[in-house]
């Protein structure tokens, strides 16, 4: 049997914004989570839906924030459970 200090614990932040703020409320958890030891943390955003991305392409502030998530992997349910 392992000894608690040997044991890693997985944190998935899982996170959906449209314009930046709970983006920012994500990296804030990542940042503390990662704070703790023997803990690995993933980031995941949710994708837009489709009609959502099409009626919001026109605003700059939508465009802006979507470019600065766009490193971070977009997640669903096969990618959450494999990384």
Known sequence: MMEYSEMTTNVLVAFYSTYGHIHRM???????????????????????LEEARKALAGQDAYVRAQQAQSDIPCGDARRFALG
């Open 26 to 48: 994500a990296l804030a958890v990542v940042e503390g989570a990662e704070g703790v030891p023997d803990t690995t943390v993933r980031l995941r955003r949710i994708a837009e």
